[in-house]
T-cell receptor
Framework: QQQVKQSPQSLIVQKGGIPIINCAYE??????FPWYQQFPGKGPALLIA?????SEKKEGRFTISFNKSAKQFSLHIMDSQPGDSATYFC??????????FGTGTSLTVIP | NAGVTQTPKFQVLKTGQSMTLQCAQD?????MYWYRQDPGMGLRLIYY???????DKGEVPNGYNVSRLNKREFSLRLESAAPSQTSVYFC??????????FGPGTRLTVL
């Protein structure tokens, strides 16, 4: 049973577009929600993270929107660039130190 | 500061063979994790160690054992490898209440 559901599985946008990746969860014990970026052959790296007491967080061109009542959160990438082409994972951390990951979204940004 | 290091980078085993994947971190983090990454399934937690001397099962512990040798090192052992354990394995470490830092991964093939 997937604790964190992520969509879409893949996404293709033109340079300058705004890809949006969505995640949903059920467990209300989750209290930290990071997004990771992974390039081929590399380990995931933290991109941006949010806690449930905040509805939005921006870091550079990356924004997380968080809807606590709907138990959903999403990643927006503003002015996307070809260098943003990667796989993106959402995750959630419970109070027991365990992270649960979404299944990943493969993003391609076309020049 | 090397961060999280993993050895080996690649390994091919025959069914029934055993091996140990090594992980070390030089960031003085308390928590360490082992994940496996399979296509379409994201990252799934195998085992984690919240602190030196403790280990706990994650989502998919069957067929694996771990040892938290000291604060720096956390190893993953496959006692009798099976083709279903073909995967990319990532080790991660985490400071007290923040995100994880991942190693570069070990690509394992079991024939």
């Amino acid at each position: 049973q997937q604790q964190v559901k992520q969509s879409p599985q893949s996404l293709i946008v033109q340079k300058g577009g705004i890809p949006i990746i969505n995640c949903a969860y059920e467990n209300t014990a989750f209290d930290y929600f990071p997004w990771y970026q992974q390039f081929p052959g590399k380990g995931p790296a933290l991109l941006i993270a949010i806690r449930p007491d905040v509805s939005e967080k921006k870091e550079g061109r990356f924004t997380i929107s968080f809807n606590k009542s709907a138990k959903q959160f999403s990643l927006h990438i503003m002015d996307s660039q070809p260098g943003d082409s990667a796989t993106y994972f959402c995750a959630a951390l419970n109070t027991g130190n365990q992270f649960y990951f979404g299944t990943g979204t493969s993003l391609t940004v076309i020049p | 500061n090397a961060g999280v290091t993993q050895t080996p980078k690649f390994q091919v085993l025959k069914t029934g063979q055993s091996m140990t994947l090594q992980c070390a971190q030089d960031m003085n983090h308390n928590s360490m994790y082992w994940y496996r990454q399979d296509p379409g399934m994201g990252l799934r937690l195998i085992y984690y160690s919240a602190s030196e001397g403790t280990t706990d099962k994650g989502e998919v512990p069957n067929g694996y054992n771990v040892s938290r040798l000291n604060k720096r090192e956390f190893s993953l052992r496959l006692e009798s490898a099976a083709p279903s354990q073909t995967s990319v394995y990532f080790c991660a470490s985490r400071p007290a209440r923040d995100t994880q830092y991942f190693g570069p991964g070990t690509r394992l093939t079991v024939l």
